[in-house]
């Protein structure tokens, strides 16, 4: 153990060590924040008059039960099946906490989210970070190889933040064989209603016929409540309870499950807004499939640019142009497809990058 400098408190040294997860930046004046994957819609006028009328002096439900129900009619499971948390994240802390500690060992694809090394680490277990393929998706063979003894939890994220790739249903089904039924596996799916890919793994496809399979969800991302932290998990009960017990009491607050509950109700205009965003995706796909394999393309609501040594500077011209990214100095830049007035801009940098930068690391092993 070690203690802090400047008083007697001791901490952990794994967790005094740990870095703070870093949001993405707010962009200048005038500027385009495309840093942290969020919706560029409002919040559903629903939601809005339906907030400005709660009772927000009373405790929360701290079974989600109205929103659990309205989960099991819209996707077809039973309402135990559902754990709500206060978003994907925090699932997923609960998840890995009730299922890994000290001695045990979680598997995962790297890089993707940035907030799973840290998970791992509070939990006192180690991670296995698997390369990804020169693609960029997950190398399932390796994963699969990477699986031992001591390994509880296996993740996986497609689409994968922030590469953008998906897992195919033959690569999730190929893993599932590999990993034993005593290992927990996550498929997390925080991006799932941007993807059109008919060979991507749908999870709610897959959760009843694998015992040990959990899926996290978001309402973050295309329910556009990234402010007020709700999400969910689908799984057989006896997986959920666990890590119902691991989480913090009444997390999810009044407001945020009222917000979900009404977002369910008006699938029709989610899906036009999560429409639009989709059609931004593929015009940004088709561009890049006409440029070649030196940026893989996006399956999420997101670009992936691995500039590698060149992060900086590429980062530098998305700020010239009023576009704040989320950089990961030495490997990439990922850029959010949300405006409609900043896609042109997008696809101009992304024409710069591969043209001029045929020669960084990343772009070298694809070629």
């Known amino acids: 153990m070690v203690?802090?400098?400047?008083?007697?408190?001791?901490?952990?040294?794994?967790?005094?060590?740990?870095?703070?997860?870093?949001?993405?930046?707010?962009?200048?004046?005038?500027?385009?924040?495309?840093?942290?994957?969020?919706?560029?819609?409002?919040?559903?006028?629903?939601?809005?008059?339906?907030l400005s009328a709660g009772q927000w002096n009373r405790y929360p439900d701290a079974t989600a039960a109205t929103l659990r129900n309205k989960l099991s009619t819209l996707l077809g499971f039973p309402a135990d099946w559902f754990l709500v948390g206060a978003g994907s994240v925090a699932l997923l802390q609960q998840f890995i906490q009730a299922a890994a500690g000290p001695g045990d060992e979680v598997v995962y694809s790297w890089r993707s989210f940035e907030a799973y090394p840290g998970l791992v680490t509070v939990s006192g277990a180690a991670s296995v970070k698997v390369p990804n393929r020169e693609d960029h998706g997950h190398d399932i063979d390796a994963l699969a190889a990477a699986v031992n003894d001591k390994t509880r939890v296996v993740m996986m994220c497609s689409p994968n933040n922030p590469t953008s790739t998906v897992v195919t249903t033959d690569e999730f089904e190929r893993l599932m064989a590999a990993v034993p039924e005593t290992c927990l596996v996550i498929l997390d799916e925080a991006y799932r209603e941007f993807v059109d890919d008919v060979d991507a793994v749908h999870g709610e496809d897959h959760v009843e016929k694998y015992p040990n399979l959990v899926l996290t969800r978001t309402f973050?991302?295309?329910?556009?409540?990234?402010?007020?932290?709700?999400?969910?998990?689908?799984?057989?009960?006896?997986?959920?309870?666990?890590?119902?017990?691991?989480?913090?009491?009444?997390?999810?607050?009044?407001?945020?499950?009222?917000?979900?509950?009404?977002s369910v109700e008006?699938?029709?205009?989610?899906?036009?807004?999560?429409?639009?965003?989709?059609?931004?995706?593929?015009?940004?796909?088709?561009?890049?499939?006409?440029?070649?394999?030196a940026i893989p393309l996006p399956y999420g609501n997101?670009?992936?640019?691995?500039?590698?040594?060149?992060?900086?500077?590429?980062?530098?011209?998305?700020?010239?142009?009023?576009?704040?990214?989320?950089?990961?100095?030495?490997?990439?830049?990922?850029?959010?497809?949300?405006?409609?007035?900043?896609?042109?801009?997008l696809l101009r940098i992304l024409k710069r990058v591969v043209d001029d930068l045929p020669k960084t690391a990343s772009q070298a092993r694809l070629g």
């Open 3 to 50: 203690g802090i400098p400047g008083g007697g408190v001791v901490f952990r040294p794994e967790i005094a060590s740990l870095p703070v997860y870093r949001q993405g930046k707010p962009p200048k004046p005038g500027g385009i924040k495309l840093s942290s994957n969020e919706l560029p819609f409002p919040p559903l006028p629903e939601v809005v008059e339906a």
């Open 220 to 262: 973050s991302k295309a329910y556009g409540l990234a402010g007020l932290r709700v999400g969910y998990a689908i799984g057989r009960p006896k997986l959920l309870a666990p890590a119902q017990a691991a989480g913090i009491p009444l997390a999810v607050s009044a407001p945020a499950q009222l917000a979900a509950e009404v």
């Open 266 to 293: 008006q699938m029709p205009e989610i899906n036009r807004r999560v429409g639009e965003i989709t059609q931004r995706i593929s015009r940004v796909r088709h561009e890049l499939e006409q440029w070649g394999e």
């Open 302 to 345: 997101f670009v992936w640019i691995p500039v590698g040594e060149d992060t900086e500077r590429v980062s530098q011209w998305l700020e010239e142009e009023g576009i704040v990214a989320r950089a990961f100095p030495g490997e990439g830049i990922r850029v959010s497809i949300a405006e409609a007035e900043a896609v042109d801009v």
